[in-house]
């Protein structure tokens, strides 16, 4: 009976042992899943800045865009303006060229 109860405390023993085994080995990965999970939160933080920051670049880039446009709109205004202004002028100038052909004409 001494010789069963030794071979039951081995057995309880080696069992103990291999529970402490795997304990171990729980938190050594439950150590390693805490570090991988803060190296995902970092990068996680890390590509939110980046995104933020491109997003900003984007909006300063439409602002830029849109300033550029106006800029455009107002000289194509301005040209239209010209063009109108040198039609008109040249219209004054067949008019006067045409008058001073018929003041020629009436005082020859």
Known sequence: MEKA??????????KEKK?????????DNLK????TNL???NKIKELETKIETVNKSIQSKHFELNEYRN????????KRKKD???Q?????KRN??????ELKKRHD
Not at 5 to 14: L, N, P, R, V
Not at 88 to 92: G, H, Y
């Open 71 to 78: 800029k455009l709109e107002m000289v194509e205004t301005e």
């Open 39 to 41: 190296d995902a939160e």
């Open 84 to 86: 109108d202004e040198i």
């Open 96 to 101: 006067l060229e045409i008058q001073l052909f």
């Open 32 to 35: 390693i899943l805490e570090a």
């Open 19 to 27: 529970l402490k085994i795997l304990e171990n080995q729980l938190e």
């Open 88 to 92: 008109v002028a040249n219209l004054q």
């Open 5 to 14: 109860e030794q071979d039951k405390k081995a057995i309880i023993q080696a």
